[in-house]
């Protein structure tokens, strides 16, 4: 059976790279499926769950944001952090969100920050929670 090419690569390694079947991402403003011969595309990505799909095997990724293409049947995804959803630590993820929501922010770039902070602690914690 043909497969689509899905490549995730973070600062630090290229986290998977491997042939599946069905590939969603989180993007900034919903999710996108992509299947074989998906047209070509480029979007945002907001920190969330990325799955993967393998024959009957689903496997769940944390995506800490970035952007994603498609094009010619690979799909490459490009984030500051990337893990199995089973690696999150729902304690840490809490303590992150408390701290995102401690910190003040005084000018419009820390405003961002802080919102980006928050958006990233709550995914993980969704996500640990669903494991």
Known sequence: MAQIQL???TPEQTTLDQMVDAVTVPLFDGEAGV???????????????LRVRSGSNTER???????VQVESNV??????????ASEIDLAAA???????????AT??????IKHRAIAQARAQIRMAEKS
């Not at 299947?35 to 769950?49: C, F, K, S, T, Y």
């Not at 000018?107 to 961002?112: H, I, R, Y």
């Open 94 to 104: 809490r303590a992150a969100l408390e701290a995102a929501e401690n910190e003040s």
């Open 7 to 9: 490549i995730i690569v």
């Open 107 to 112: 000018t419009p770039a820390l405003v961002d």
């Open 35 to 49: 299947l074989l011969n998906h047209a070509p595309m480029i979007g945002r990505l907001g920190p969330g769950e």
């Open 75 to 84: 799909v490459s995804v490009l984030t500051g952090r990337s893990m199995l």
């Open 61 to 67: 990724y944390y995506v800490d944001g970035g952007n």
